[in-house]
């Protein structure tokens, strides 16, 4: 995700580099072949341009409109899922009267554990790992260095088998939690809470997978760019008054405003990919956690930030 500080100047403009080329290819070639060329005698009436640079404005603010409720959604799902992360961890920590422990104590490999406490501490493992595979699931990145810091064996031959591991996940974190009732630890309405946590979480990762695969028509780009292209040629033939220069000069710097708030659209409708511009589910991952872990006492090393000059992924 951009930060405020730091952004540099040039960072959208390198991305339409090709678009900003074509546009001064058709804004010079006309204005040439206005002023000393067999189209010197076309004229067009300002208003023409005018009126399609307005419909071209419109167009826009729907696009960055649409594109920015999709980059907000996934950001609001991306809080929810921080929040219920912390309460199914908290759940079964509180449900199964797990000794509560500062961070920093001994670790809890250190220590003579019950089964309950081990189904416990397995659990909000497998919440913590959910954050993390989920994040970079989405953005089509290796999950498996991220199974293997918390399970081994069976359990992570089980979770390599799935092509979505983080539903493998939950499906893991419900059948401890049914362990835990079976073994009269946790009351059937604690159950129910569990897997109402657990609904909550399917339903963010759903939602997400509808965001990641629903791409944005293409349709509006395709014909946002014929628009602009065809703007950034009928403007020089409106500018009858001004020199070759001016014409082109100006037909130029309007058509490339066009293009930058169009690829500011862009690169928000896609807020899952691995790009600077998506919002920061790996930092979000790593903070939960850190904040999850630390309710069992355990401090968490993060050995894999993603952190980037002017962005954090």
Not at 72 to 100: C, H, P, T, Y
Not at 184 to 199: A, G, K, M, N
Not at 267 to 295: C, G, H, V
């Amino acid at each position: 995700m951009l930060l405020k500080r730091n952004v540099p100047p040039f960072f959208y403009i390198r991305s339409i580099k090709v678009e900003m080329l074509v546009v001064i290819c058709i804004s010079v070639g006309i204005g040439y072949l206005h002023k000393f060329q067999f189209a010197e005698e076309i004229a067009v009436p300002f208003a023409i341009p005018a009126i399609l640079g307005t419909a071209i404005s419109l167009l826009l603010a729907f696009r960055t409109n649409q594109a920015y409720e999709r980059w907000w959604e996934a950001r609001k799902i991306w809080g929810a899922i921080v929040n219920d992360s912390r309460s199914i961890a908290r759940q079964f920590i509180n449900f199964s009267s797990f000794k509560l422990r500062k961070p920093g104590e001994p670790e809890l490999a250190q220590k003579q554990l019950d089964t309950s406490e081990q189904t416990v501490i397995k659990s909000v493992q497998a919440q913590a790992t959910f954050c993390q595979v989920l994040a970079r699931q989405l953005r089509n990145l290796d999950t498996e260095k991220f199974l293997t810091k918390y399970f081994s064996g069976n359990d992570f031959e089980y979770f390599k088998s799935f092509k979505n591991r983080a539903n493998a996940l939950l499906l893991f974190i419900g059948k401890q939690a049914q362990t835990l009732y079976e073994q009269s630890v946790i009351t059937d309405f604690q159950l129910q809470t569990i897997e109402q946590s657990l609904v909550n979480l399917t339903a963010h990762l759903g939602k997400c997978e509808r965001i990641k695969n629903t791409p944005f028509p293409q349709t509006y780009s395709v014909c946002l760019h014929a628009y602009i292209y065809i703007f950034s040629a009928l403007l020089p033939l409106a500018l009858l008054d001004y020199s070759i220069l001016e014409e082109s000069l100006l037909s130029s710097i309007l058509s490339i405003i066009f293009l930058l708030v169009e690829k500011t659209a862009v690169l928000k409708e896609d807020p899952f990919e691995n790009r600077p511009t998506d919002i920061s589910m790996n930092q979000m991952a790593n903070n939960i956690e850190r904040s999850i872990m630390e309710m069992l006492g355990e401090n968490v090393t993060i050995a894999y930030e993603d952190v980037g000059r002017y962005y954090v992924l």
